[in-house]
């Protein structure tokens, strides 16, 4: 029992760092055209808006979302008792949720794999697919139609909880897409700290999606998602200080983190149409292939930085 939480909690951390490493960069860069005393602040206290605010409440309002029957206290208690008919209910909501998260993953996974410039680290599969990039709306249209049909078999609202998926993923893109081109125009600009504090809490804040629905793939169980997310976000915190000039050059970390995603997205599916798969396959999953591309990328950084 110890040993499985223990092993979920460090999936969770490891699966937040290296999916954050794209937040860092953008923080980063921000950082290194304020002053002083508005990066000590960004630091310190952006950590518990990070951590406590957005990855604490994140997870609380997913829950309560798809749990309509009950209110916002039952929702905070179950996550730290054992009532029987809280707990049921949000077992009975789970495919709901899961289905929705899921969608979001596969979503995110196939806009990086057809349309995303990348380090090629499985060249002959990622280049055919970078070159059918125009198939990325066709094959997520085509995906969600197919999931939902099957989902409506199981239970309307887990076709609604498909939709729903969909939606937050296009939701978060247009915001993340929209982040380089920002985060361009504050470096070169003369915008106030105090406004390039707020462009990094709300990107943060969307950055975070990504971790919190994909940490239901490991767990359902709040606290635990809280911890790992947490841990995550301070390493997160700790690159954007020291060492993101380093970890920029692991070139293939992203490709880790979006086949992660990838195999997250299809666990979260096949839970939510009844498939057991084993609690340990999703920290398994994310630690083997995080690992093999942290592995590349060190060979490609002994190859080309000699």
């Excluded at 998602?225 to 993101?244: D, E, H, S």
């Amino acid at each position: 029992m110890i040993f499985s939480i223990l092993i979920t909690i460090i999936g969770l951390s490891l699966f937040e760092t290296v999916s954050s490493v794209d937040n860092a960069i953008i923080n980063a860069e921000v950082l290194s055209t304020m002053g002083a005393r508005a990066r000590r602040w960004f630091l310190t206290w952006g950590i518990l808006v990070a951590v406590f605010v957005v990855r604490g409440l994140l997870p609380f309002v997913i829950i309560w979302a798809f749990n309509k029957s009950l209110n916002p206290i039952q929702i905070l208690s179950a996550t730290w008792s054992n009532d029987p008919i809280v707990l049921e209910s949000i077992e009975k909501s789970a495919p709901i949720l899961l289905v929705a998260g899921g969608i979001f993953l596969l979503f995110l996974f196939l806009h990086w794999l057809f349309l995303e410039d990348k380090h090629l680290g499985l060249p002959r599969t990622e280049k055919f697919f970078m070159s059918k990039g125009v198939w990325f709306y066709a094959t997520v249209s085509i995906l969600l139609a197919v999931i939902s049909w099957f989902a409506l078999k199981e239970n309307s609202l887990m076709g609604f909880g498909a939709v729903v998926g969909s939606s937050i993923f296009f939701i978060t893109h247009g915001f993340k897409q929209n982040a380089e081109a920002q985060e361009k125009r504050l470096s070169n600009s003369g915008r106030s700290d105090l406004s390039k504090l707020l462009f990094l809490e709300i990107i943060d804040s969307t950055f975070s999606v990504d971790g919190v629905l994909g940490a239901f793939a490991f767990t359902l169980s709040v606290p635990l998602i809280l911890l790992g997310n947490g841990l995550g976000a301070f390493i997160v915190r700790g690159l954007t200080i020291r060492n993101i000039e380093r970890i920029k050059k692991y070139v293939y970390l992203k490709n880790g983190a979006m086949y992660s995603i990838l195999v997250l997205g299809i666990i979260m599916i096949l839970h939510s149409f009844g498939f057991r798969v084993p609690e340990y396959a999703s920290p398994l999953a994310t630690f083997s292939i995080i690992g093999f591309f942290f592995w590349k990328s060190k060979i490609h950084l002994k190859l080309n930085f000699k």
